[in-house]
């Protein structure tokens, strides 16, 4: 199994050697900004309607696979879970907001 730093190759080190800059960039941000950003477009998603709504929790699910996927290696079986889980229930809650369900 391939593990960080070892500069391998394939869509992994693909994804980690461009996500590096904007890791860093998040990184180097006051925690409050991205806290800031997580609520309003949690508010978006739940407290707006239709497309626009969905579209909010749509930006939230893809933060938090393109994290599950970096993280992915150092997780155990229940924090795979978590993650899975959390990304099925943003992904069904923005489904349902965007046809109008929720």
């Known amino acids: 199994m391939e593990t960080r730093g070892e500069g391998g190759t394939g869509l992994r080190a693909a994804v980690e050697r461009r996500s590096a800059a904007p890791v860093v960039f998040l990184h180097r941000m006051p925690r409050w900004v991205l806290l800031v950003a997580v609520f309003v477009l949690l508010v978006i998603g739940m407290a707006g309607s239709g497309w626009v709504a969905a579209a909010g929790l ?16 150092a997780l155990d079986g229940s924090g795979r879970i978590l993650r899975i889980v959390a990304l099925a229930i943003l992904v069904g809650f923005a489904l349902g907001r965007g046809i109008g369900r929720f």
Do not use: D
């Not at 939230?60 to 994290?67: E, G, Q, R």
């Open 58 to 73: 749509l930006v939230l699910a893809v933060a938090l696979a393109w994290f599950a996927y970096l993280n992915w290696p």
